[in-house]
């Protein structure tokens, strides 16, 4: 095996072999992790719309009669998933979560409002939820470091795997090339050129 990367050939495939896949690797890495960036970024907003929905009439009901405790829960149930980071009442002054500015990155805003039997609208003010990628960050650095890792160990084997092929078709036959030539005496008889190989019907076949 030293040999293999000792060799001034097999180091500059060697070389050559794992800057390309690297690129490679960084470039479709690159590309994925930005796809499910923005994937995860969609299905976030979805689920913080989709908790919103569906407790909005119970949110309105409590909010018309002054119901705090029932919509301290609600938050409180929204607040436990990791891409939510707190949900604020302004109105009521209700606050579950922390409201942690260095650590959120978007507020949704949703107006609430309730609409009497005569068909009159009330305003009941908004609700904001603070969202983080904190959660999607983490899952992305795991996935990043995995690819990576999976990839550099394919590599690896790979690579010298393939430098042991070419060693052993290539450069081995060219050193008994070498080593025949430099063993010429024009004075002398010369011996054929005997290159023991399994398979002669190549282009360095004897």
């Known amino acids: 095996m030293r040999n293999l990367v000792n060799n001034s050939i097999s180091r500059k495939l060697l070389v050559r072999i794992l800057a390309f896949t690297f690129f490679v690797t960084l470039a479709i890495t690159s590309t994925q992790i ?10 976030i907003f979805e689920i913080v719309d989709l908790l919103l ?13 002054y ?5 301290k829960l609600i938050f409180e149930s929204m607040t436990r998933s990791d891409d939510i ?3 604020e009442y302004p109105s009521q002054k209700i606050l579950v979560g922390h409201k942690d500015t260095a650590l959120v990155k978007t507020v949704v805003n ?21 969202i983080t990628y904190r959660s999607l960050y983490l899952r992305l650095l795991n996935k990043i470091l995995i690819v990576l890792v999976t990839q550099a160990l394919k590599t690896l084997i790979v690579s010298f795997f393939i430098l042991f092929i070419i060693n052993t078709l290539i450069i081995t036959p060219l050193r008994e090339i070498g080593r025949y030539v430099n063993k010429i005496d024009i004075k002398k008889d010369v011996k054929d050129l005997a290159i023991p190989r399994r398979n002669s019907e190549d282009e360095i076949g004897f």
Not at 53 to 65: G, K, P
Not at 67 to 71: A, F, N
Not at 110 to 130: M, W
């Open 53 to 65: 929905d569906n407790n909005n009439a119970t949110l309105v009901n409590s909010s018309w009669h």
């Open 67 to 71: 119901d705090t405790t029932t919509i």
């Open 85 to 87: 980071l707190y949900v």
């Open 34 to 43: 930005s796809i499910e960036y923005f994937q995860g970024k969609k299905q």
């Open 110 to 130: 949703r107006p609430l409002f309730f609409v009497d039997k005569a068909g009159a609208r009330h305003d009941l003010g908004e609700i904001n939820v603070g």
